[in-house]
C-alpha cells in the first residue's frame, strides 16, 4: 500500500515542502515527469524545482513502452553523477505507470521488459512521488506499472513499484476534456464491476470496490457540482484501483490488451469497446454503462474490428487469453472451456 498521502484541492501546493527532507544533497535532483498537456501552463511553474532538478515533459499520446522507459533511465544516468534523490510523476495513468517504472530501474540493473511479471524486482526502487490529473485508472494507489514491451503487454508487479507518496488534488483534474474523463473514469467503474463480479472476490476487495462503484454511480448517473464530483471521482479510482489490488480484473481487461496491443487503442476508451458487447457477462454493470453512456452522451466510434484480417484477430485472441488469471477471475476455473478462441473471436468482431 501507499505509506504516505495527502488528499485536498489545493494539495498540490505543498510538494516542495513534502521533498525537502527527501532530497540527499544538492548534486542529487529530483526529476519530474509531466505530462505535456501542462506544458506552458500555470501548473508548470509551480513546480518546486531546487538547484539541478530536472523537468522533462512527456506525450501521453501512446502508451508506455519498455524502451521508453529504458531511454529515460539511461538519459538520467548520463545526466546526473549522482541517482536522483527521487522521481515524481505528474498526469495520468501513463505518466504515472513511466514514473514507477523508471524509479525501479535507476536501482534495478538491465531493461524494463526483464521485470514484467510478478515480483522479479529485486531492489527497492528510488523514492517515487504520484499526482494523478486525471481519475479512473487506480494507478496511483496500485502495485503495477502497465509497459508495452516487444513481446507483452504487462505490468511490472511488485511490493518495489507502489508509490512511496502521493498527492491527490481534484483541482488539478479541472482541465480533463469530457470524453476523456468519461473513458478513465469508466476504467475505473469497470475495475469495480469486474473485482466484485470475480470469482478471486474477497472482504478486502469488496469493500473497496462497493465504495468505488457507490461513488462511479454518483458521479456518472446523478447531479452533482462539479467540484463534488472531482472529489468523488478521485476518491473512486483510489477504491477501485484497491479493489482489485488484492483481486483482479476480468473480461473487459482481457479483451482490452489485446486491442491495445494490436491497434494501439488506449486503455479508458479500449476497455469501453469492449464493455458494451458483455451484458451476457456482466449484465447489471452493461446497463448502468448504458445509462451512464447516453447521460454524457457519449458516441462511441464503431467498426474498429471491421476490416481485420484472420491474423489480426489471431493475433488478439491470442494476447487476450494469455492473460490467464483475469480470465480465471471472470469465468472460474473452467475458463478454457467457456472462452474459446472462436467465441472470443466473435466478441471481438462485433466491436
Ligand atoms: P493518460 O495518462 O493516457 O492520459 C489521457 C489523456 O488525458 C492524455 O491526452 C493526457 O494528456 C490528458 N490529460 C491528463 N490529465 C489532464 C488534465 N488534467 N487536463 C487535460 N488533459 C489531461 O490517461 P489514463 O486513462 O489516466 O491512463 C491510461 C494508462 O494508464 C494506460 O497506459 C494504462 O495501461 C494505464 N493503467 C495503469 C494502471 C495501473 O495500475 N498501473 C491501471 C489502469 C490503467
Ligand atoms: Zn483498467
Not at 458494451?276 to 457519449?298: D, R
Amino acid at each position: 500500500m501507499v505509506p504516505r498521502v495527502i488528499f485536498g484541492k489545493g494539495s498540490f501546493s505543498q510538494l516542495g515542502e513534502i521533498l525537502l527532507p527527501q532530497r540527499r544533497n544538492s548534486e542529487a535532483p529530483f526529476i519530474f515527469l509531466v505530462d505535456d498537456f501542462f506544458e506552458n501552463r500555470s501548473l508548470a511553474n509551480e513546480i518546486p524545482l531546487l538547484f539541478n532538478d530536472e523537468l522533462i515533459f512527456i506525450s501521453a499520446d501512446e502508451e508506455p513502452k519498455t524502451a521508453q522507459v529504458d531511454a529515460l533511465v539511461a538519459r538520467i544516468q548520463q545526466n546526473f553523477d549522482e541517482l536522483p534523490s527521487g522521481i515524481v510523476g505528474i498526469g495520468g495513468g501513463t505518466l504515472l505507470d513511466l514514473a514507477k517504472a523508471v524509479s525501479i530501474l535507476l536501482n534495478n540493473d538491465g531493461l524494463a521488459q526483464d521485470y514484467q511479471g510478478w515480483d522479479l524486482v529485486q531492489r527497492p526502487a528510488i523514492y517515487h512521488v504520484g499526482i494523478p490529473t486525471i481519475s479512473g485508472t487506480g494507478a496511483e494507489v496500485s502495485r503495477t506499472t502497465v509497459l508495452l514491451g516487444p513481446e507483452k503487454k504487462l505490468g511490472i508487479n511488485s511490493d518495489h513499484t507502489t508509490f512511496d507518496q502521493v498527492i491527490l488534488d481534484p483541482d488539478l483534474t479541472q482541465t480533463v476534456p469530457t470524453e476523456q474523463w468519461f473513458y478513465t473514469g469508466m476504467d475505473c467503474f469497470i475495475h469495480c464491476i469486474e473485482s466484485l463480479e470475480g470469482t478471486y472476490l474477497n472482504a478486502f476487495s469488496q469493500s473497496y470496490g462497493e465504495k468505488a462503484l457507490d461513488l462511479c454511480k454518483e458521479v456518472f448517473l446523478e447531479d452533482h457540482p462539479e467540484e463534488a464530483s472531482r472529489d468523488m471521482l478521485m476518491m473512486a479510482s483510489w477504491h477501485g484501483g484497491m479493489s482489485i489490488a488484492y483481486s483482479q480484473v476480468g473480461i473487459a481487461h482481457a479483451m482490452s490488451y489485446g486491442l491495445s496491443y494490436l491497434l494501439g487503442i488506449k486503455h479508458g476508451i479500449g476497455n469501453c469497446l469492449v464493455f458494451q458487447h458483455l451484458e451476457e457477462f456482466y449484465p447489471e454493470g452493461v446497463k448502468l454503462f448504458n445509462q451512464m453512456l447516453s447521460k454524457h452522451n457519449i458516441q462511441m466510434p464503431k467498426g474498429i474490428c471491421s476490416n481485420l484480417s484472420q491474423s489480426d484477430f489471431d493475433t488478439m485472441v491470442e494476447v487476450s487469453l494469455g492473460m490467464c488469471a483475469l480470465w480465471e477471475n471472470a469465468l472460474g476455473k473452467d475458463w478454457k472451456s467457456i472462452m474459446t478462441p472462436q467465441r472470443l473471436q466473435e466478441l471481438y468482431s462485433r466491436i
